[in-house]
């Protein structure tokens, strides 16, 4: 005759593999269920979400196209022209999957006041950039622009020997650079 112990260790394990068997029919349920889904969805002309693309992120919720795992169609109105559009789930895919944008954004612009945002931001650059057209820079500003970066970081330091920055007379951004004093 075997001892309580070991009938006790017995019936415990009978329930853990009992336990274990009714924890995997519940996973194989909810994977049915997410496969019907999925068709169902799949039916509907949405696409899937591949999260294995996503960009990490550091949150503690999960977007909704993940949970639901497809992406569709949302629609959306234009924050600067007021034209509603629809913001496809193809063009989902490519925001969250390649160019890896970050989970928690939505479509806000319609294509063309995206183009023209984009014009804009380029055209401020370049203008930043090259300044200002039309206005000839002194020599001094001149030889400021084309130096290099590192040449720039080099030299705008605070220079303790002296007890102040090295700055020169005019003052401008441009001019920071030039022949020590």
Known sequence: MKRSKQTRGGIEA???KAEEWRHTLAQRAAERQR???YKIALARDEVPVVTSQLAPSNSFSIPDFVERGTYRPEPFVCKDCGVA???TPLQQKWWY????GDVFTKAVRCR???TRQRVRKSAARRVHLEGSPGRSLPPHHERARVASRR???QRWM???ARGRS????CGTFRCLIGSRP
């Open 151 to 153: 040449y720039f970081t």
């Open 158 to 160: 605070w220079n303790p």
């Open 97 to 100: 999957e390649t160019a890896k």
């Open 85 to 87: 559009e629809v913001w």
């Open 14 to 16: 009978k329930q853990r």
């Open 35 to 37: 496969l019907r889904d």
């Open 112 to 114: 063309a006041c995206r």
């Open 166 to 169: 090295m700055r020169r007379a």
